[in-house]
Nanobody, 117 residues
Framework: VHLVESGGDLVQAGGSLRLSCAAS????????IGWFRRTPGRARTEVGC????????EYADSVKGRFTISSDSASNTVYLQMNNLQPEDTGTYYC???????????WGQGTQVTVSS
């Protein structure tokens, strides 16, 4: 079982990025998949979560209205579309099985997002 994040980059404030979380060894549709981030000087926190089984998504207040999580069964990939990025969004973004930082597992290696002001 592996999750691999990609798509991180350096962007200017107000820009957009789409991160990918590609799964192998299991079907993403069978689990809730969370996106998390570790920002400088802070612990890893939840960004959002998707469960296609129950057609459910949730987002942290800090990203609501700017970030969107989606899932593609054909490619077994979950996406995190990030719009209107701000410097405080800078950090390493991870995906994992589960919606809560404390209980999520099978973490990917992370992808770096840097937003310049």
């Amino acid at each position: 079982v592996h999750l691999v994040e990609s798509g991180g980059d350096l962007v200017q404030a107000g820009g957009s990025l789409r991160l990918s979380c590609a799964a192998s060894g299991f079907a993403l549709d069978d689990y809730a998949i969370g996106w998390f981030r570790r920002t400088p000087g802070r612990a890893r926190t939840e960004v959002g979560c998707i469960s296609t089984t129950i057609s459910y998504t949730e987002y942290a207040d800090s990203v609501k209205g700017r970030f969107t999580i989606s899932s593609d069964s054909a490619s077994n990939t979950v996406y995190l579309q990030m719009n209107n990025l701000q410097p405080e969004d800078t950090g390493t973004y991870y995906c994992a099985i589960g919606c809560n930082t404390a209980s999520a597992f099978h973490w990917g290696q992370g992808t770096q997002v840097t937003v310049s002001s």
